[in-house]
């Protein structure tokens, strides 16, 4: 038996799960551990010292529980700097079949133009999203088939380099190598395709505590995600500011009161049990409410309603999938972010779901030990093609 350690570095915190592997590839996460942080901001290092200290801790606790040397590690990344771009390439055929070879020269040619325009950014992952053989839509890689026009939709997910540096010297401190570094909006949707195996066409909507991430899925391949730098804390901070209450006190007043409803609340007022820290004041509940929705509908705003690399969906999409990292926000105010999408057709399934602590370690244990058939890794070879790995689990 193998044993693996992969760490999700998220706002504040850093979530490790062990991953004990049989030959037959098969994993079960035999250790677990969640670190608070406060040297990690937005998933990205805001203080080396203090965030290089506590992973140090943290492995040395892992290693104690699991009787284990780890030199090595794949770390889950989530920042709003990560980035997709979409390029579809194509090559003519003039009536001869199908061969590795023209996907190869393809997805090299479209490997090499990401990398001249983007030279600042490496690459983390390449998707293949669609194969066109002359002008329809194949299922699967069209081997053997004639055909006059080929043509590949692929998806590259980038990050700066001076990040990646960064993250790589903070577990360097660590004396431990970066196997790879995943997109956790890539790693959230294996989790999810491998809970929800009939999806093909669908969004999902990741309101996490400081970022807020849409992620865009055609036939069951991620095309397009982006994040941005806000989420439900931004509810807390508007109330605290406008409200001059304590976070535990918004808690217990988002926890205890309808927000769906105003009527069914007996009182129009706040309540003076909820002031624990703060000075009482005369607050009315639909003054707290309108507060909560306005930045509500904003996050949706940003992420869904106008968000302009949506236009082009129409009808391709069957759901759309609310993720809550705030269990408290998931359970009392998830229906305010549902009636802030704005879907023209009524067929669309809105749907919200509570986040799995450790979905992200799950999909990325997914992609790590068994692969994504929809990926190809751009690992360098000197003698083959530099994606020629990708092919080689088909033939």
Known sequence: MEEKLIAEINDDKIKYAVFNVDEKLNYVITSKKISVNAGIKKGKISDFKHTAKIITEDLQNIEQKTKKIFKNISVILNQKDIF???LSGFKKLNGSKVEKRDLDYI???AKSSITNNYEKDSILHILNSNFILDK????????????DHLSLHITFISIPNNNLKNIKAIFNHSDLKIDRIISKPLADGIYFLNQKKDLKNFII????NELSTISVYEDSSLVFFKTFPFGTNAIYEDLTQLCSLQKDEIELIINDLNFDNLQKNKDKYIDKKFFIKSDFKKLSIEHIHNIINARVKEIIDYTFNRNKNLNYLDNKISNVYLCFENETVHKNLENLFKKSINIKHNKVLIESLKKDNFGSLLGAAELIFKGWHKEAIPFSNKKKS????????FF
């Open 205 to 208: 909507i990741s309101v996490d």
């Open 136 to 147: 329809t839509k194949q299922n699967k890689m069209p081997l053997n088939i004639f055909g």
């Open 386 to 393: 530099i994606i020629s790995g990708f092919f080689e689990r």
């Open 84 to 86: 997709c771009t979409n």
């Open 107 to 109: 997805l090299n040619e």
